[in-house]
């Protein structure tokens, strides 16, 4: 069983920057056997994936809109994943979620993630 509590959402104005935190934990847990997912979800419209990354196979991912802007990194000693997000808009207000999700190729659906987190707010003002 793998639990996930995320952080570090809050307001800021438009250009500015965030880094939510991810904390992972649970029996028999390991990151080579996960991948791990940063989803958003804003008022009305389906959750999406913002970036992913595989210890396994050291790789990461990131959406189209969030290239250049957002980077997604780990602290394994710490159990942790971190989304760092600089050049914020208001487009990116969102609740985020971090997710695991194991035996699915390079997942990015939220139905290739079998655990989750409660979200976090991240709200952009103009």
């Known amino acids: 069983d793998v639990q996930l509590q995320a952080s570090g959402g809050g307001s800021v104005q438009a250009g500015g920057s965030l880094r939510l935190s991810c904390l992972i934990s649970g029996s028999g847990f390991s990151f080579d056997e996960y991948v791990i997912g940063w989803f958003r979800q804003a008022p009305g419209k389906e959750r999406e994936v913002a970036s992913c990354i595989s210890r396994s196979d050291r790789s990461t991912y990131y959406t189209d809109a969030v290239k250049g802007r957002f980077t997604i990194s780990s602290d394994y000693d710490k159990n942790t994943v971190y989304l760092q997000m600089n050049g914020l808009t208001p487009d990116d207000t969102a609740v985020y979620y971090c997710?695991?999700?194991?035996?699915?190729?390079?997942?990015?659906?939220?139905?290739?993630?079998?655990?989750w987190g409660q979200g976090t707010q991240v709200t952009v003002s103009s």
């Open positions: 997710a695991a999700g194991s035996g699915v190729p390079s997942p990015t659906a939220p139905s290739d993630f079998g655990s």
